[in-house]
């Protein structure tokens, strides 16, 4: 695997239910066409090139020195941290950043800082081993293995994702999903309902609208079809008594 060097790690994140962030891993291979607001802003600012070298991920070689160093310094001022933002800690098909990634939750862990973890691929059993104030969670917008083959297309199975963060919860751990980016009719017809009832084991459910696709603004009720199914998730959690965040931007007055 091809490796970079970075000469920060650790930096306050913009993203609205996030506090200090890292990704240790310049692309990815999942290679998400929704498209991938990562990927379009790596290529948009000269990191990449192309979305071929975008799915050939470069690993942050001096991950773990630079944790060293900023760790102390932050310590005192961080809630959390999340991996990742532009990036997945635990891609299909990478085991170096995996490993790396597991190296850096317990460095996280062991100065006592919580971790929450995003992925499309398939979270290792072993962090039920690490602290119990990580959350682990699971991208999920589908339960439709062709939609994913289209949008996310190395990625991990949903059923595979799923039933690893199933295991978790089953030892204790605090799980979650990220339900965004949430596609239109127009793009793919399904009922948000069954994907619910199939992770309502969870404590926390975040939902958010699609975002940078022309397909959407081609469905004239786009904005209505939001409302509602916000309304659903919002429900779903309330009945069940699950933490839920609605993204800004998703749910607006007609």
């Known amino acids: 695997m091809k490796t970079i060097t970075r000469k920060s790690m650790l930096y306050k994140t913009g993203v609205e239910y996030g506090d200090y962030t890292m990704n240790h891993v310049l692309g990815c291979f999942h290679g998400c066409k929704y498209p991938c607001y990562a990927y379009l ?28 160093i900023e760790i102390p310094k932050l310590k005192n001022k961080i809630k959390s941290v999340q991996l990742c933002f532009t990036t997945d800690p635990f891609m299909e098909n990478y085991p170096e950043v995996c490993e790396m990634s597991l190296k850096a939750i317990k460095k996280l862990n062991d100065a006592d800082i919580q971790c929450n973890i995003l992925t499309k691929g398939k979270l290792p059993l072993e962090l039920k081993n690490y602290s119990k104030k990580n959350e682990y969670g699971i991208t999920l917008v589908s339960l439709n293995e062709k939609y994913r083959k289209e949008y996310e297309p190395n990625s991990v199975s949903y059923k595979k994702r799923i039933s690893a963060l199933k295991k978790l919860h089953e030892a204790g751990c605090k799980t979650w999903i990220s339900i965004e980016p949430y596609p239109t009719p127009n793009i793919i017809n399904q ?64």
């Open 41 to 68: 802003m790596a290529r948009r600012f000269g990191n990449v090139k192309s979305y071929e070298e975008w799915c050939e991920p470069k690993l942050v070689s001096n991950t773990l020195e630079l944790l060293d």
């Open 191 to 254: 009922d948000l309902k069954q994907i619910l009832g199939a992770i309502s084991f969870v404590d926390k459910i975040i939902f958010g609208r699609m975002h940078y696709n022309k397909i959407i603004s081609e469905y004239k009720e786009y904005q209505k079809f939001y409302n509602e199914q916000a309304a659903i998730v919002i429900d779903f959690c309330t009945v069940n008594k699950i933490n839920f965040h609605i993204k800004k931007g998703t749910v607006r007055n007609l």
